[in-house]
């Protein structure tokens, strides 16, 4: 069965700051990957997910992650902080059954933006 | 175009208790999957209907059950509540490709709390 590692529950960064987000994952085959943020109170929304094709991928709000097969890692990047970026972040592989996918999510990484 | 909706936004029951969630998927979309947020934690899968079948089951007791109606709505019951059901119930809704891409879009979720 896949699994996902995100290192670090809590990660704290000045607004304007490099954001690093780790995920790690294990998959015995090739692993579509999702990135997902959630705003208190709220359902999470897509920022970006790797299926086949180029390993760097460009998500929304300025977010990217590479997909490096080598390292099982998947972690998620932004150049430059900013305080709406404050949230909790999940990074989830797919697991498909006869085609039916569901969602493997990690256990999350809160991000906090000081000014 | 409206996104996934769920109603409703909170509940409160007590122990013993039964409750229904309901969720609408976005349009155009054919497949429904049910997940369960502790505080803290990652969506857990639940379950997964297509087609108004369940496909697809998570590590969840039978006392957690659903349906998917004709237009794509779907329902999530949870008989015999327990204290430990507290949680984030989020409804995801994706276009069944076959081929494990699919991208989930959540709704908002409904906040349960048992007493």
């Known amino acids: 069965a896949q699994s996902v590692t995100q290192l670090g529950s809590h990660v704290s960064v000045s607004e304007g700051a490099l954001v690093l987000l780790r995920c790690n994952y294990s998959s015995s085959v090739p692993p579509y990957l999702f990135w997902y943020v959630q705003y208190p109170n709220q359902g999470l929304q897509l920022l970006l997910k790797?299926?086949?094709?180029?390993?760097l991928v460009k998500g929304i709000n300025g977010f990217e992650a590479e997909f490096k097969k080598s390292e099982t890692s998947f972690h998620l990047t932004k150049p430059s902080a900013h305080m709406s970026d404050a949230a909790e972040y999940f990074c989830a592989v797919s697991e498909s059954n006869t085609g039916f996918q569901k969602l493997v999510f990690g256990t999350g990484t809160r991000l906090l933006v000081s000014p | 175009d409206a996104g996934v909706t769920q109603s409703p936004t909170h509940l409160i029951k007590t122990r013993g208790q039964q409750v229904t969630l309901r969720c609408s998927p976005k349009s155009g979309h054919d497949t429904v999957s049910w997940y369960q947020q502790a505080l803290g934690q990652g969506p857990q899968f639940i379950f997964q209907?297509?087609?108004?079948?369940?496909?697809q089951r998570g590590n969840f007791p039978d006392r957690f059950s659903g349906h998917q109606f004709p237009n794509y709505s779907s329902e999530l019951n949870v008989n015999a509540l327990l204290l430990g059901d507290s949680a984030l119930y989020l409804c995801?809704?994706?276009?069944?490709?076959?081929?494990?891409?699919?991208?989930?879009?959540f709704g908002p979720g409904t906040r349960l709390t048992v007493l």
């Open positions: 209907y297509y087609e108004e079948e369940e496909r």
């Open positions: 790797y299926t086949t094709g180029a390993t």
């Open positions: 995801a809704s994706s276009l069944l490709s076959g081929a494990g891409t699919d991208t989930q879009y």
